[in-house]
């Protein structure tokens, strides 16, 4: 049987909306299976105990993204 997924929210940065169940869209720091933080965006619940699909960054991935965002 497979492991669960073990996540732990280290900086909650950004709430980019809600739905009217109380799920956010968040851009959070978050830390998978004890490895180094990432920038995530994903939804939540608002206990943050069950998740939605989202996207990962690196620290490079998610500079790369703020400068490509500046130039715009």
């Known amino acids: 049987m497979a492991d669960k997924l073990k996540f732990e929210i280290i900086e909650e940065l950004i709430v980019l909306s809600e739905n009217a169940k109380g799920w956010r869209k968040e851009l959070n720091r978050v830390s ?19 998740m939605g699909k989202g996207i990962t960054l690196s620290e ?6 703020l400068k490509e965002l500046g130039n715009k």
């Not at 490079?60 to 993204?65: A, C, D, I, K, S």
């Open 60 to 65: 490079e991935e998610f500079g790369v993204l």
């Open 32 to 50: 998978w299976n004890d490895a180094e933080p990432k920038y995530d965006i994903r939804t939540w619940s608002p206990d943050h105990e069950k």
